[in-house]
């Protein structure tokens, strides 16, 4: 926009006009990014070139198809959610609820609604390793902190802390954080050992990792046994590391256990741990009764809410009991305070 009104933009502004005066030739790579959809974290990485579009996917064993009120406030999402959970949906048309591939690429022109995934075909390495190098170094370029899970991150804020300045301002091991997400998304049983060191670090973001690591092993049935390591920081102060280890320790086979600790955790009010429920599916029936009380009691909307979301795909009640009456009248109150209040700002 400055450049068609002739104004030459700030060396701070990263936009490339591309009409103008001040017209550039266009970026080669485009990246893109997702990190939290309401009270689910699962980091995502993209870029985009003319002809393709090359996906990361960090936590690959959870689903996208995990509910959250504003998309789940749609129509349209809500009849996609109940075709896949209660009708069968086609296969192309399930992915969106089921694992993912650790990296996808999709080929822009011949592809444009992304339905064949072409990370793993022969032709196309070329491709993906010269996007998934790019990728990676742009999180290390721009110091990419969407790897710190939210409650890290709140931990920050409570203490009147700029995290974007503590981190630049501090020795912090930017490398190693990055390394371990890249890691934890494509683990095999080389890894096992970093992942349980990864556990015992000073910092909560990376020892997060050292568990998701872990849950992609036992999510592809690698771990002969959950490691000791795993139980401890099923115990961690911080609720998004204890509810990966826990949900590690429930693909891995101590179900009780695991379930156990994602459950206390959810009635404390954590948003991890209520994720963690909703993600394992039909692994959580021994613990129905619980999540059914979590649902009707728990003092915090979002927990009730991902409750009845884990009650709804047991057949417990309607896709429409996903909202409480409260739910709906407050969005639709806060929609007609913003539109009545709204005034257009003139210079």
């Known amino acids: ?26 970026r080669q790579y485009s990246f893109n990014y997702r990190t939290n959809t309401g009270i689910h974290f699962d980091p995502s990485r993209s870029v985009f070139t003319d002809d393709y579009q090359y996906i990361r996917n960090y936590m690959p ?50 592809d444009p609604f992304g339905m064949n995934n072409l990370a793993h075909d022969p032709a196309y390495a070329h491709v993906v390793a010269e996007l998934r190098k790019e990728a990676s170094n742009h999180i290390r370029v721009t110091k990419d902190l969407g790897f710190f899970p939210g409650d890290v991150r709140q931990y920050f804020v409570d203490q009147g802390i700029s995290l974007y300045e503590w981190v630049r301002e501090n020795p912090y091991p930017f490398d190693l954080l990055h390394e371990a997400a890249e890691r934890a998304s494509v683990a095999d049983l080389n890894d096992l050992n970093f992942f349980k060191e990864l556990l015992s670090h000073d910092r909560p ?37 204890a509810s990966t280890a826990a949900e590690a320790m429930v ?58 979301s884990i009650l709804i795909n047991f057949g417990e009640m309607p896709m429409v009991g996903l909202f409480e009456p409260n739910d709906v009248q407050g969005f639709l109150r806060n929609q007609k305070d913003r539109v009545e209040n709204w005034a257009p700002t003139r210079p």
């Not at 591309?18 to 030739?25: A, L, R, S």
């Open 251 to 308: 693909y891995a086979g101590e179900t009780t256990e695991g379930l156990n600790v994602l459950v206390k955790l959810a009635e404390a009010r954590s948003s991890y741990a209520i994720s963690s429920l909703e993600q394992l599916g039909h692994r959580v029936r021994p613990v129905l009764p619980q999540i059914r009380e979590i649902a009707k009691t728990s003092n915090n909307g979002g927990i009730r809410f991902a409750a009845r």
């Open 1 to 26: 926009l400055l450049s068609i009104a002739g104004v030459k933009p700030p060396e701070h502004m990263q936009g490339k006009a591309f009409m103008g005066q001040y017209k550039e030739e266009p």
């Open 61 to 110: 064993y959870k689903k996208h198809g995990l509910r959250q009120s504003f998309q789940w406030g749609m129509p349209a999402q809500m009849a996609w959610d109940s075709l896949f959970h209660f009708v069968g949906a086609a296969p192309e048309h399930q992915q969106y609820y089921l694992p993912k591939p650790w990296e996808m690429l999709f080929d822009r022109k011949a």
């Open 205 to 241: 973001e990376i020892r997060f990792w050292g568990a998701s690591g872990l849950a992609c092993l036992a999510h592809k049935d690698l771990l002969a046994r959950v490691p000791d390591e795993l139980y401890r920081a099923a115990t961690d102060e911080f609720t998004s590391v």
